[in-house]
């Protein structure tokens, strides 16, 4: 009979993502209306977890409470107006975005949750109305709100999300993957980061990359390889880009077990015949959306704890976020590739 190993499991250790977010969405009163748009995730649950850097355009430029405004074209530009004003407030708000858009890059961000349907904040389908007041659906554009599209423009790779789609379960759970990772890369970074601790970041990262995109983490591996402390910041700028495009595709059902059935050929030759059989009924309910991506895990956490698996033990796959914010458990946390959006 084989020894049991008992492999002494570390508690995982998390850096704080800082994550630009808009304020009304902390229960701010900061609305067109004195009200405010409080999102419970955001402010009870990952509030424990994250540094947030607040923003509000509307509310610094125009005051609260304050007439709506909206996205409007003149003359080839997008203006954000006063409906019944006809105030055209776009100066005031480009002059506090550029301001913020400074103060975020020194901040070094990782992220950012907007408000939806904000004519400043608004993360996609803001409307872009004509300077009569009318909006014609397919005819007339739509776009990003103003400080966003800033926002987007000043940090192309970072994760932001609105809080509506942040709702949806799939795109929730790797907007946190996307972000703990970011963080991760920026606290190596910012400390001291040496050659064999680059090679282990790299490691530890395998079975996370390869269920975000293989292709990039190929990509990867030889910048790695060919780093030595003569070029390392020129290394790690180049592997950064790739890192952070990688942690920001989203992860596919199929994707998923296909990292899933890697870490496990580390325990077939161990596993009896009714661990096996269990681990396959798993992953086929898994498949089928009967239970989430959290069964899959323990069993590996649990095979790493009796059988011994030192390389598996670090990978952040397992733990890539705190476990609190329970986003695994959640069989809708995982579609396949065909019903991924944008």
Not at 123 to 139: A, D, M, N, T
Not at 212 to 235: C, D, F, T, W
Not at 317 to 325: D, G, K, S
Request: net charge neutral; glycine share 8%.
């Amino acid at each position: 009979m084989q020894a049991v190993v008992h492999q002494q499991l570390n508690q995982p250790e998390f850096p704080k993502p800082r994550i630009a977010i808009s304020d009304c969405l902390l229960g701010t009163e900061c609305r067109y209306n004195g009200g405010h748009a409080q999102y419970d995730f955001v402010r009870y649950k990952l509030a424990d977890y994250v540094e947030f850097k607040r923003f509000c355009p509307e509310a610094a430029v125009i005051g609260t409470p304050r007439e709506t405004v909206r996205l409007v074209g003149v003359e080839g530009q997008i203006r954000v107006i006063g409906p019944k004003s006809g105030n055209d407030y776009t100066d005031g708000l480009q002059d506090y975005t550029d301001k913020k858009m400074n103060f975020l890059i020194r901040q070094n961000i990782d992220g950012a949750v907007v408000k939806s349907r904000s004519p400043s904040c608004g993360l996609e389908r803001i409307k872009v109305y004509r300077p009569s007041g009318e909006w014609f659906g397919s005819q007339d554009p739509m776009d990003m709100g103003l400080f966003t599209k800033n926002l987007r423009e000043s940090f192309p790779k970072i994760a932001i999300e609105e809080e509506g789609r942040l709702q949806d379960a799939w795109l929730r759970e790797n907007f946190m993957m996307h972000i703990f990772s970011a963080a991760r890369w920026r606290e190596f970074v910012e400390n001291e980061p040496t050659v064999a601790g680059f090679q282990a970041f790299h490691r530890d990262y395998k079975y996370l990359l390869l269920s975000k995109n293989e292709a990039l983490y190929r990509q990867m591996g030889p910048i790695v390889a060919k780093a030595n402390k003569n070029h390392l910041e020129e290394s790690l700028q180049a592997y950064g880009e790739l890192f952070i495009e990688a942690v920001g595709t989203k992860t596919s059902r199929g994707k998923m077990m296909n990292t899933i059935e890697h870490m496990y050929a580390y325990f077939k030759e161990d596993l009896s015949d009714a661990e096996k059989a269990f681990y396959q009924q798993t992953l086929g309910e898994f498949k089928l959306g009967i239970v989430p991506l959290v069964s899959l895990m323990k069993l590996i956490e649990g095979w790493i704890h009796h059988y011994g698996c030192e390389y598996l033990a670090t990978q952040k796959i397992i733990h890539p976020y705190p476990a609190e914010l329970a986003l695994r458990s959640n069989v809708s946390a995982f579609r396949e590739a065909k019903k991924e959006r944008k």
